[in-house]
């Protein structure tokens, strides 16, 4: 035999042996620290060396075998609480004493020895790192659980899907966890810091749903994947997670404001939303029936109105971020939806295998004739067409490009009122993720957005005697544009410490409302009085330390500068964040957080244009830039039994909020702008509950709010406090999920809300008629009706070979509830004083759909 051969046969020799030794439990190198190097929860206690190591080995879950004649005497030990290793307790315990520690066939056996033993060299640690995937596609998963299950080492991947997990040496069994996805695990030998994508199957199966266990959460956003968001369907006969954030506690609506978010007392324009990173001035369609992100194309959905890490600014009540498909890497596929309403068509798959990836969706109403026929008052309409391209430069580099259009038309018609409503936005993002190594991440954003919105109203005036005096239209037309780069690093710079740190760079340009008062409602802005842009600029840094205190304790301190300039008006804001949770229990924690935001951009909402009457201004020396404060204390119960349950309070105060002014000009004047808006005071406390119960079959959730929110201005109720427009007091919406066979599933969901506040409203001349103008003689001073519906859909799977179908129905507005979503101004006396027309866009409204998923 040669040389060469007999080094080869003795390699393979060398490396079958040392398999042999790490399988059986050997005490090799490779397995010698794996027992001792294994993690766990401490617990306070004193004791003798026996009794404590009794303890250790059921609190580490570890055996360990020892004879008590030689371990006796020694008298009593203290063991603090702590998160620690299995060798560092040991140290503790035997130190002084006469024995050797090894491991045999997975167990810790204590020898007597002749020599006193030694401290253990603690075992060297590695790490792992990489992302969370579905398998095949190559998918990011964010916010995924990691498990080790020999040391029960847990960490939580990032909304882009990076994890980094300290491991010691050694044969590893990692555990993954995400919504939707049956667990999986991972054998994984580390000798060296080691690159692993770990990947999960997208086996179909129904709701799983992940709790974190004895993980203290990280912030305290809301994962819609939690809660139930299959009960409630669109219009289009798909469960509908972004529309979900409607049942959630502390969460109002209102077809006025276009079916926007109104968060905590706050006004529309104080909760932001972001797809991919990038701000969507309205995320909906058909008045908040339908968002614009389809299911099959969302990747995640999370809410922040607890709590706001350092990333965040602009917004006083709450965040959403949503982050949707990169595409499938391996396979084609799409899915096809046809109903009464709508259709629509996604699609996602490789341009290059492995590579490049893309998605594209497209949706559009068609049934105009329907919707009329269901409110003959009323025509809606909308379209939305949504792209992303994804491509791999490397295992370290991704390179991510999307757009989104989209647009919706109101018509609303009653004897001699019209009302005209065009609004929709467009976005284009850039992202870059780079894995700077095993502890570093950094992602790299550039966005461009675009908001625009044309209003129209057409009334009759009456003279004193009741004859129609004079007809007419107020059209006016605004956008607003924004140009934004921003970069986030993070940094785990060890199991307990991570820090995150980042800036943006933001150029944003108004386009004030144009005016054209004429005989007829116009949907062109030709002939509109120009308005001058109103640019602005604003800079901002965060950073931000995670820091684990204890293994019950995490705390989260931050901080936010943002500076800001219109013309020659500068800005400065200093905002300092935190975030703590302590776990009290094995599927509970409390938690607490404190944030100050500030908001540079007003938007101020006639109280009786109805829907999409907002005027959008910077901040200025008079109207200076919104702040808050936020205090929010929590309680939250979640365990592997199907039960789960928060509580929190709050409590906000909010300076500088907008409103028109007493007697102020409603319609965009350039020379006055800022006098016919005034900024106040405002607060807003209450509590809300959140319950749900699982079975096998059936699913529920109940979310209650008790809110108070108020408003104070100078000018305005002779400087007294009035309760906010939609100061609702109290909000209940029940969801309930029926789920008979892998065939059939039905849904149901309750609203139920308090009146709004309604004002009387009296019109003033205006001279060179420019516009008209109100009176704030009477704010608010009647709540409005109650205001309820109910909501049902039934869904029936089948599969037939390589295809799944779903036919789904439903009832909107089932009993028929006669209440009004919205109010206009339907003509006005010759004395000035308005009658308001209460509009009611959908009745009863059925919807019948059909999927192909392909």
Not at 628 to 646: E, P, R
Not at 797 to 804: A, D, E, K, P, S
Request: neutral net charge; hydrophobic residues 35%; glycine residues 8%.
């Amino acid at each position: 035999m040669g040389v060469s051969a007999q080094l080869q046969y003795s390699k393979a020799g060398l490396k079958l042996f040392l398999l042999l030794i790490i399988l059986t439990g050997g005490s090799s190198a490779f397995a010698q620290g794996r027992l001792l190097g294994k993690r766990f929860t401490c617990h306070t206690v004193k004791g003798t060396v026996t009794a404590l190591l009794e303890k250790l080995g059921v609190w580490s879950g570890t055996v360990i075998e020892y004879s008590g004649q030689y371990l006796e005497g020694g008298g009593i030990i203290s063991l603090q609480e702590k998160e620690t290793t299995v060798g560092e307790v040991l140290n503790e315990l035997l130190a002084g004493r006469k024995v050797k520690i090894a491991e045999r066939n997975g167990k810790i056996v204590l020898i007597p020895s002749e020599a006193v033993l030694t401290t253990l060299k603690p075992p060297d640690e590695y790490i792992l790192f990489g992302y969370t995937t579905e398998e095949s596609s190559l998918e990011p998963l964010p916010y995924a659980i990691i498990r080790d299950m020999e040391t029960g080492q847990m960490c939580q991947s990032n909304m882009f899907g990076y994890y980094s997990l300290r491991l010691n040496g050694g044969i590893h069994h990692i555990k993954v966890m995400h919504a939707g996805y049956p667990p999986t695990m991972s054998e994984v030998f580390i000798n060296a810091t080691t690159r692993r994508n770990l990947a999960v199957s997208p086996a179909v199966l129904p709701e799983v749903k992940v709790t974190p266990g004895a993980m203290v959460p990280k912030d305290g956003g809301s994962s819609m994947e939690k809660y139930l968001s299959t009960a409630y369907n669109n219009f289009l006969g798909e469960s509908d997670p972004v529309r979900s954030l409607y049942m959630m506690p502390g969460n109002t609506e209102s077809q006025e404001s276009t079916g926007k978010l109104m968060v905590r007392g706050g006004d529309p324009e104080q909760s932001i939303f972001l797809l991919d990173g990038n701000q969507v001035f309205n995320p909906t369609h058909l008045l908040g029936e339908l968002s614009i992100v389809s299911e099959v194309s969302m990747k995640s959905i999370r809410q922040f109105k607890n709590d706001f890490p350092g990333r965040f600014d602009g917004a006083l009540s709450s965040v959403t971020e949503v982050n949707t498909k990169d595409g499938s890497m391996d396979k084609w596929s799409g899915q096809a939806n046809a109903g009464l309403l709508a259709g629509a068509l996604t699609l996602e798959g490789p341009l290059k295998k492995g590579r490049t990836a893309m998605m594209a969706s497209f949706r559009r109403s068609w049934s105009d004739p329907l919707l009329h026929m269901i409110d003959s008052n009323s025509r809606l309409r909308f379209y939305d067409i949504h792209f992303k391209v994804t491509h791999l430069f490397d295992s370290n580099n991704k390179l991510m490009v999307s757009g989104y259009m989209g647009e919706d038309r109101l018509e609303l018609s009653e004897n001699e009122y019209q009302n005209l409503q065009v609004w929709g936005n467009r976005l284009a993002t850039v992202n870059w993720s780079h894995v700077l190594g095993p502890r570093a991440f950094v992602n790299t954003t550039v966005n461009v957005s675009n908001y625009h919105n044309l209003a129209g109203m057409k009334f009759t005036v009456y003279d004193s005697t009741g004859e129609a005096k004079e007809t007419k239209a107020y059209n006016t037309y605004a956008s607003i544009e924004r140009y934004e780069a921003r970069t986030q690093f993070e940094i785990n710079a060890s199991p307990t410490t991570q820090f995150r740190f980042g800036g943006k760079a933001l150029y944003t340009v108004i386009h004030p409302f144009g005016t054209n008062i004429s005989s007829k409602v116009g949907e062109v802005p030709d002939g509109f009085k120009a308005m001058k842009p109103l640019p602005f600029t604003e800079y901002s840094l965060y950073y931000e330390n995670e820091f684990r205190l204890h293994p019950r304790l995490l705390i989260r301190p931050g901080v936010l500068f943002s500076s800001y300039k219109f013309r020659s008006y500068n800005f400065s804001s200093f905002q300092p964040r935190l975030f703590a949770a302590y776990r009290i229990g094995k599927n509970q924690h409390l938690s607490f957080s404190y944030a100050r935001m500030a908001q540079y951009l007003h938007q101020v909402t006639s109280p009786y244009l109805g829907v999409n009457s907002e005027l959008w201004v910077p901040s200025t020396a008079l109207l200076r830039p919104a702040e808050s404060d936020m205090f929010n204390l929590g309680y939250n119960l979640n365990d592997n039994k199907g039960n789960f349950f928060s509580a929190d309070v709050y409590y906000k105060k909010m300076n500088n909020v907008t409103n028109f002014a007493d007697k102020g000009n409603n319609f965009y004047n350039e020379d006055t702008w800022e006098q016919d808006i005034t900024t106040g005071k405002g607060w807003s406390y209450g509590a809300e509950l959140l319950a749900g119960k699982k079975w096998k079959k059936w699913q529920f959730q109940l979310s209650y709010t008790l809110a108070w929110s108020w408003r104070q201005f100078e000018d305005v109720n002779d400087g007294k406090k009035f309760p906010f427009r939609f100061d609702r007091r109290h909000n209940v919406n029940i969801a309930a999920n029926y789920r008979p066979d892998k065939h059939w599933d039905l849904g149901m969901v309750w609203y139920f809300s308090s009146g709004d506040w309604l004002q009387s409203v009296n019109i003033l001349p205006v001279e060179d008629d420019d516009g008209f103008k109100y009176d704030w003689s009477s704010p608010y001073s009647k709540r409005g009706p109650c205001n309820q519906r109910i909501n049902a859909n039934v869904n029936y799977h089948f599969v037939t070979g390589n295809l799944r179908h779903k036919v789904s129905g439903g009832l909107y507005n089932a009993y028929q509830s006669r209440l009004k979503y919205s109010t206009d101004i339907e003509n006005a006396g010759d004395n000035g004083n308005l009658n308001l027309s209460g509009n009611r866009i959908f009745d009863l409204t059925y919807y019948l759909s059909y999927t192909l998923n392909f």
